[in-house]
């Protein structure tokens, strides 16, 4: 997203510098202007591109604002004015892109721009759950609840994200190993084996294709890394389209064994985000125009944004999202009675831990199926190219004993 550099004056007459962050310039100037700020001149910033290889900027974690969050929560409940605060965590923040964004911020709020506004220039580290969270603090005046709440609910994401890369990364690991180890079988086994095999021998089909193939990787290995390259190019480049990224987002739902894991864990970050926005104060539907974004599902953001349509026209939540297919019936059933009793916050709070719990157990019990199964795919592959290297030999021996 586009850096513009700013010269305004605020409502003292005084000149305020600094950068905001937004699609094209008008958006910039507007917000700007929604400020309080005269606007005397807006350029866009422009810097060399560094590859992302040399480049000295950093991802900022969900970790990372997580303990920010934390840091302002208590910073402001001791007394500690808002750009003080701001000032003093820009200065101690370890991610070197986290400090720069809080060193901006820290001066547009000292400007005399809003919070939520000065956050929301940088919509690659603050979302826009958390902007919305930030400006709903600031109009009901419990800014560090809120900022504790929003922590909260980061440390939840992260703990579910990490579930599901922990039962993900051992098969990972062992599908690279196994390559690892096919590659050099066919590089350094197979040629010594084929040396032992007398040239009078009859040498079965499977084994013959074993030895063409150790062949092929041994003497045209820049042919085999190019074609690996161009399927694996193609393949991301695919998925990266708006064709293959559609593609995915209805189908990853509904693969099976990781399809339900990766519903309940949508599930899991919507109920938790639309809890959170709506102990925040805010509207129902604003929280759900919010919250559907965020749960990391096209499928259900589209649910989401349909029945808020509905919503708008006097339906009840419960009843709109039971008439989709991506909810479960016990999910739409809580909902219908947090809304009759008026406790829809709390009850979207437990449907975030049972599902988060779902995610947690799930995951640990597939990563304990899938270790045997993988050690028996690898015995059983590895084990086949012995035999298929032995039988030329044992067929040999055993038909010069006749």
């Known amino acids: 997203m586009p850096i513009y550099n700013y010269e305004c004056m605020n409502k003292q007459g005084e000149l305020i510098t600094g950068e905001i962050s937004a699609e094209t310039t008008a958006i910039a100037a507007e917000r700007l202007r929604a400020s309080g700020y005269a606007v005397l001149e807006l350029v866009e910033y422009k810097e060399k591109k560094k590859s992302s290889f040399l480049s000295n900027e950093k991802k900022v974690k969900l970790s990372d604002i997580t303990l920010f969050s934390r840091q302002l929560a208590a910073m402001l409940s001791a007394g500690i004015p808002v750009t003080r605060a701001l000032f003093t965590l820009s200065r101690q923040a370890e991610n070197p892109t986290l400090r720069n964004a809080l060193e901006t911020i820290s001066k547009n709020v000292e400007g005399g721009m809003g919070l939520a506004d000065a956050f929301s220039a940088f919509p690659d580290i ?210 219908a009675v947090g809304e009759e009793s008026g406790t829809l916050p709390s009850l979207l709070d437990k449907l975030a831990e049972f599902y988060e719990e779902e995610v947690d157990v799930t995951t640990k019990s597939l990563q304990s199926l899938i270790q045997p199964v993988l050690l028996i795919f690898i015995g059983v592959l590895v084990g086949g190219m012995l035999v298929a290297l032995y039988l030329p030999m044992f067929t040999s021996v055993t038909s010069s004993s006749y």
Not at 191 to 198: D, K, L
Not at 210 to 233: C, D, K, L, M, P
Not at 236 to 244: E, M
Not at 325 to 335: A, D, G, K, R, S
């Open 126 to 335: 603050f979302s826009k759950l958390y902007v919305s969270m930030l400006k709903a603090g600031e109009i009901g005046g419990n800014l560090e609840n809120t900022l504790l709440r929003l922590s909260d609910q980061l440390q939840k994401e992260k703990q579910v994200k990490d579930n599901i890369k922990s039962a993900t990364s051992y098969p990972k690991m062992i599908g690279i190993f196994t390559v690892v180890i096919f590659v050099a079988m066919l590089v350094f086994m197979v040629p010594t084996f084929q040396g032992f095999i007398p040239e009078s021998a009859e040498i079965p089909g499977m084994t013959q294709f074993i030895f063409n193939v150790s062949e092929s990787v041994r003497t045209r290995w820049y042919i085999w890394i190019g074609v690996i390259g161009v399927i694996t190019a193609s393949i991301v480049l695919f998925f990266k389209s708006k064709t293959g990224h559609d593609l995915w987002e209805n189908v990853k739902l509904k693969l099976p064994i990781l399809g339900p894991i990766m519903l309940k864990s949508v599930i899991a970050r919507f109920t938790r985000t639309l809890s959170t926005l709506l102990e925040g104060g805010i509207p129902v539907v604003q929280a759900l125009e919010s919250a559907g974004p965020t749960s990391g599902s096209d499928v259900l953001a589209e649910t989401v944004k349909l029945a808020t349509k509905r919503i708008e026209e006097g339906k009840t939540i419960a009843s709109t999202l039971e008439e989709s297919e991506v909810f479960p019936p016990m999910v739409t059933h809580m909902i």
